[in-house]
């Protein structure tokens, strides 16, 4: 064997460090330094060090570790200065190291609720009376983000979107492209993209500098110390920052979303358009879909597969619950059987896994959390067997009845479906997004398990939007 080419893989988190701690001595002048691996989708470090003759600490944020959105890192770099330079509390960019290719910035102190919904469901979040006051100036920052001109960020490589099309999906339509990149798609890919654009909103004229992923943010009792994760910011309508925030909740308690939203639109001065924001709320979590679906088919270093199938059935189940809500559609309801599937030889088996894996000591490379990480993909596989007959059985007798086709196995059943859809008009948008519920809500069933809290993480419903406009307002 060569070994010149092949490295352990632990090898790499060393090579990692070592890399790293190199720029931040060469290039920033630091000492004595010490690196923190985080809990994120992307390598994250949180750094300690000496800097001119003082105790610092900065993050730094590196790639994801597969495709997951249409941006590479110099533009999250150019657009994260750009906001800094126009006010916007943000972490100030230090630098960048070529290898890995990873962001420096200033480490802005603050909390935040959990980023992930595995994480959510571990750790409930919280509105507490400094988070709310918190979030209210959140939206006065964001105001102020949204009429910042557009050209400003024009001139460090973002789009101007032009045409209403291009305004409402420009930023959906690079994630859609992805797809052909690395030839992942499917029958719910198929059906939204469609729907999405026969539907987007005309004379949506304004264009402002959106976060792409909003409602993170640290806080420090009741102030905003810093807006986070501009990873996927670009320009576009604003209410697409409103309808992400909207789709953020309740997996994070957001607190009182539509009076969050009025003291927005107080802050920028222009009546909030509902119907364009229950309608960006689609696009948003649609968008969102991709990035997990993608991280379900990757193989390389790191990631969460199981966040990734947490995602995928939470993110598209409620995309059909904000659809629903739009078409004016009373969804369905479902349980789990009651009597699980028996599965005695793949539980012993899955069983030796989890606790073998759950053994392996911790050390700098394998820090508990990514070894718990490794150990909840059998834990999910051993699950899911219990009920995986109810749910592919159901998932190929529904398309079969849609589709009026007879069907033998879930790939065939894709298959059809996906086909239907390509020549299905809006009368069928109902019936496909019954389908597309009662399929995503039984991967959700099985994510919480039997006798699930009512208030699960994975069973959380989307909040209606439309009626919960001011009285005022005379679309109503």
Known sequence: MNTSSTKAPLDAHADDVSQLTHYLEDKL????????????????????MMRNGKHTEMLLKGNRTWLT????????????????????PIPAVLGMCPGPKTIVMEWVRGGRDPGLIAEAIENRS??????????????????????IPPEKFVAVGAKLPTGDEEIA????????????QINITDPFIEFFSRWLRRNYPNGRNSISFLTGDCGQFLSDGPEVTCILDVEIG????????LACFRGRHPIENMGDVPALFLHYEKAIGVPLDYDA??????????????????GMHDT????????SVFQVSVIARRAMEALAEIIGLELD???????????????????KLIADLERLPESDSLQGWQRNILASVPHYLRNRGHYRQWCEQADIAETATLTGKQINNLTEADRNLTDFIKTAGPEQDAALTRLFHRRFLRHCLIIAGPDPSPDHIALAVMEPILNRRPAQDSTV
């Open 126 to 147: 919280v509105m507490t009376d400094d988070r709310w006051q918190a979030s209210l100036r959140y939206m006065e920052i964001l105001a102020d983000m949204h009429r």
């Open 69 to 88: 959105h249409p941006y590479p890192l110099e533009y999250e770099m150019l657009m994260q200065r750009t906001l800094h330079e126009n006010g916007i």
């Open 169 to 180: 999906l420009g930023n959906f339509e690079r994630f859609h492209a992805m797809t052909g």
């Open 234 to 241: 670009h320009l576009g309508d604003p209410m697409r920052d």
């Open 333 to 351: 309801v479902l349980i789990l059987p009651e009597q699980p599937e028996a599965t005695p030889y793949e539980d012993l088996a899955l069983g």
């Open 29 to 48: 002048g630091c000492s004595q330094i010490v690196l923190h691996k985080e809990r994120r989708w992307r390598p994250v470090w949180r750094a300690a």
């Open 300 to 307: 390389g270093r790191g990631g969460d597969w199981v966040e």
């Open 277 to 294: 924001l229950a309608f960006q709320t689609v696009a948003f979590l649609y968008e969102a879909y991709y990035g997990p679906l993608f």
